[in-house]
């Protein structure tokens, strides 16, 4: 496959995907020919045009030297092949987790493949909802005790990060942001509502929050 059909293809793939609090993947380029920046630059924006959460930066220097950082500001690529750079940030791209999703990427399917869809922040995801797999930690199969587990485990890391981000979120003053993942927090786990009651009233009360909130659920849907 050429590098065009690749980054082509990854296109596509990233269409479905979608992201957790935006976050930006950085593409930050020194140096180089007119036409190497143009090559990065081009694709860095044009991935950010098209949704996706990237930052690009160019600085002046002699030889090119490309660095690729991901959200968490861990360096994924540093040098001077520009093809290698734009590979770099869609793989990183590709392997963003998907916001709303409690069941990770990591976690095998099989007996419970089903409630990938429906295990999702929004939806109540406590009490009956958790019963299937918790009747499954008494089965007499390990793979089955195994896979459920690791459901429950990995709601129990989802939840975690959002109260996370929702931290963040409000340091940040990220109002859109905030509201959306308290909306997701008080849904999910309904029996903690209290717990950021106060702020989801402010918010909801507050246009410019319920704007961009708006606003982010409306970019999702096109990107499907």
Known sequence: MSRLAFFAACVGI????AFARER??????????AEEVAFVRKNAKGYAANGHPVTYEEKSGGAMRITVTDPNGAEVYAGGDKNAAIVAMVDTLTNLPVP???I??????RKFKQYQKTLVM?????GYALAPFKAALK???PAEVEEAQAILDSIEKAKARLADDIKEDLA????????????WYITTWPSERK???EDFKRLSADPEAVKAEKAWFAAQKKRR
């Open 14 to 17: 990233l269409a479905f995907g």
């Open 122 to 126: 929004g939806k109540k995801a406590e």
């Open 172 to 183: 940040a003053g990220d109002k859109g942001m905030a509201l959306r993942d308290i909306r």
């Open 104 to 109: 990770g990427g990591g976690v095998a399917l």
């Open 195 to 197: 717990t950021y009651e």
């Open 139 to 141: 089965s007499k199969k």
């Open 100 to 102: 709303g999703q409690l």
């Open 24 to 33: 930006k993947v950085a593409v930050v380029v020194e140096g180089g020919t």
